[in-house]
């Protein structure tokens, strides 16, 4: 089996169902639903299988490769392969696509404007451009499929999503296309510095890594590569597109943009950033990573003063991705892996709290969080979940959160203990603003809002469960996990220090510093 | 040259098989005057479309599998050089002048019958006018016009000295003024377009014919090659080298509507039969490019270092002024227009590279943009309301609801225009790109690539007038066009997607073309 192209086939076969889906005809969206949920779930099983497959220890840095000349004029080919934490990401990705399509069965249904075979279609096409940006080994690739996936999620926002969905759509499409248009300038900045190293330009991968680019073209490029991914990330200060665009689209959509596309952003400088510019990753470390605790901070202040749940769960985002950035620009092995399993667990959190909160708002029609009030009188288990949903999102210990987070901190305090010690502030910040929102929408007497609502119905206990146990699973036996994608982080960290490096702190021993909890 | 010797004539050596393809367009035109001037009117209108749409085919055929292989010698005593550039270039013109044509041809869409008035010369609004419409009077005397143009657009680029480049400026310009004045619809802007046009036009061939008898000066003879040659040895003649680059060059740069000789650009464009407008926009840009590539690679390629400042100060005013000119109009047709004074602006950082690489990048981009430039255009005509096209922009609001074919086409040619990867844009800008950067011309690129960012921006803004926008109460119509002007836009769809995802072969057609004989 190992010349099957799994990763060809997970990327095409949602496209696929996406043409599929699409050409259902009006009046039988029910079976719509059903081809794109069939198509998601064996999705599902053919990663699982594929990941079965999987060599951690394999001495080749990228397996599943496939390789094809595409445009040989300019060293352009169809090339895919992954590492560990490319599969890790991909992984959870394709996991999360049934459980949103679950989740917002009935989402488009309200539309008239719109086909809900549209709604799935968009869904789907968007699952495959997430398949090829995390196992693209060539740039060229990896370019197009960051670009593509913008139009699937500017469509599902702008046709399908709440109020302001044209604002909130438009806003994210210039943020992303400002982004990509440098990321596509530095792009051939790099692809010119190949043609003059190699005699011949590529966007391959492996071959790009071998250049020896000088510092002062490496600063330029790692800027635009890396405003790029700061953008997609969101980096504070270019964070401001993700709480207009996640609180205007659909959960489900809110889900895979937040749970998974953002995570292309910190993928990007774990996979492209440090090992193509490791001179300029260190020289803008400390900017990187100032940012990355401002962002912290100020994301986990600002979220305490949100009304509104879908706003309150994209700034809770923000804050967790200035973690992931710490991890990433730690160099450190244990920062790195931690960064990846806190993009795991953080898809997974996200995705529960913001298709739990979906469920409520559904039921109630308002997203503010004084729309609701004892909510667990009427309603135990959404309340439950939402409770649950909220302390995988703070990090309680045994659940995924805690692992990625305490690894991240872990990592990153030899390298720069200022900053950690101040992101655990974060940490006293996040229970905070998810207690309070779980406080004033769940518990106290029942109010005049929430009177006869109803409770989970089975469809939705199917989103809720297998999050759930996900998030326990990751929490509690990581180590799968980490031996996936160790091996891939020592690689990233070879190339990153292959340059003479001396930090302005002497490393401390790790082992000394405990782990701070919430 | 034509040697004539006392008291003997020696005939000139014409070297057939290689003009061959022009002969058979000069032809074409000849007999279609014929048949103007002898075959009853009923008879012309199916006569001139056969006649002119076979000639094109005969010529490409007889480009491809006479001439091509005989490539690479001048011909017709060296005033043509018949090298593959030619060919190429050649072929492109060939290849959209017969697309344009196929919209000429049109006569399913306008109710009153084709785009073109029935008798240019009568007064708009006039008796003699309606009752020339009211007996379906139909206009053929276009068709041996296109044909004489396109005969001048082959002879342009080919040509391999001044005067034959001038006879072939001629040639090719004055039908297309008397073209530019023969819209059905909106009559006076249609002869103002062609006043304006014709005015500023022959002003500037002035310009170029002045600028050749300065380089006759400079180089005692008006042969490319000469010049070149002369490059090196004339010394003292400076001035004359000087203003009649200069001036060449500014017959030329109005040509293909660069800043600041773009004037005529939006007034033409928006003036003309749309059918001409494409024929213009695309064939006249390939030709005129053509010639561009030859004088200042040929004759001037030595002496790129005192007109390349020139040049880059044109280049960054046209990308700039086309860029940002085009976000402030209201009108589909003008903006496209500015889109393609933008378009020069690209299509010139490929010609300063001065490189291999540089001529074809710029003929594959000519490719490319033709091939979308006709699409575009083609399908602005199926969009009408009662008084003609609809061509302002909130006519075209929530177009995606009322024909998603039309709209979905125009929205993928739109991103094509935009550069989005996978079109053919996007190769195009990239092959341009690459070549200037390789050139040492980076500071240009920045700003195509700032320039490409403003334009995809009003690129994108008519997407989202076309599927997010509600319809107007009496918007537009779009008309069910016949089999010609289907056929126009399925050619070079199937062209735009190939050039798009699979452009390999036609990279290597020009790269083998980019390679001027002297």
New interface residues.
Partial sequence: MTDFPWLTVLGVLPLVGSVVVAAVPNGRELLAKQIALVVSLVMVALVVVMSLQFEPDSADAFQFVESHV?????GISYSVGVDGIALVLLAMAVVLVPIVITSGWNDADDTT?HRVQTYFALLLALESAIVFVFAATDL?LF??AF??MLLPVYFLI?FFGGLQR?YA??KF??YS??GG?LL??AL??L??VS?RQLGE?TFDYTALLGLDIDPSTQKMLFAGFFFAFAVKAPMVPVHTWLPDAAAAGTPATSTLMVGVLDKVGTFGMLRLCLPLFPDASHWAAPVVVTLAVVGIVYAALVAIGQTDMYRLIAYTSVSHFGFIVLGVFAFTQIGLSGATIYMVAHGLSTAALFLVVGFLVRRRGSSLVSAFGGVQRVAPLIAGSLMFAGLSGLALPGMAGFVGEISVLIGSYPTWPVAAVIAVIGIVLSALYILIMVQRVSHGPETENVRGMADLVPREVWVVAPLMALILAVGVYPKPLFDAVNPASDRVLEAVDAVPFTPDVPPADPAAEGGETP | MIRVAVGSFESPTLDYALIAPMLVVFGAALVGVLVEAFVPRRVRGPVQPALGLGALVASFAVLVWVTAPEAGATAAEATVAMDKTSVFLQGTVLLLSFVAMLLFAERGVDPSGDAFAPSAASIPGSEGERELVAVGARQTEIWPLAMFSVAGMMLFPAANDLLTMFVALEVLSLPLYLMVGLARRRRLLSQEAAIKYFLLGSFSSAFFLFGSALLFGFAGSIRLGAIHDALGTQVGLDPLLLLGTGMVAVGLLFKVGAVPFHAWVPDVYQGSPTAVTAFMAASTKVAAFGAILRVFYVALGDYSWDWRPMMWVVVVLTLVVGAVLAITQTDIKRMLAYSAVAHTGFLLVGVLAVSAEGISSTMFYLLAYGTTTIAAFALVTLVRSGSGEASHLSQWAGLGKRSPLVAGLFAYYLLALAGIPLTSGFTAKFSVFSAAVAADATPLVIVGVIASAIAAFFYVRVIVLMFFADPAPDGPTVAIPSGMTVSAISIVTVLSVILGLFPQPFIDLAEQAGVFLR
């Fill in positions: 595409w445009i040989e004029r300019f404007a060229f370019y197009v670009e593509v702008g044209s759509a438009v499409l210039l296309l400002l248009l596509l300038a051939i900045g692809y010119v043609v330009g």
